[in-house]
């Protein structure tokens, strides 16, 4: 079967960093389009940053110059490194990957920014 496992989450005071992961398993994920969610209580899950198949990268305006999406393929395998982590940014983290129709959704891994 095919899943999404993140890691990497947990709590960090202001100006900290965190590095997620999300390990995919049970297909090849170097064909996919993948990407990092957030949500907060309350709020609408956004867009956090996005990495292309041919390695293209976009970001939120809110995270642009502090959050670094990458991938390694031979790991089946993509990382957001956070950094200069401010209250704003707590929320749970979700990883995603997407070919044409077809997207999974990892189960979600909570990030704290708190003093």
């Known amino acids: 079967q095919v899943q999404l496992v993140e890691s990497g989450g947990g709590l960090v005071q202001p100006g900290g960093s965190l590095r997620l992961s999300c390990a995919g398993s049970g297909i090849n994920f170097s064909f996919y389009d993948m990407a990092w969610y957030r949500q907060a209580p309350g709020k609408q899950r956004e867009l956090v940053a996005t990495i292309a198949s041919g390695g293209n990268t976009n970001y939120a305006d809110s995270v642009k110059g502090r959050f670094t999406i990458s991938r390694d393929n031979a790991k089946n395998t993509w990382y957001l490194q956070m950094n200069s982590l401010q209250p704003e940014d707590t929320a749970v983290y979700y990883c995603?990957?997407?070919?044409?129709?077809?997207?999974?959704w990892g189960q979600g891994i909570q990030v704290t920014v708190s003093s």
């Open positions: 995603h990957a997407e070919r044409r129709n077809r997207d999974y």
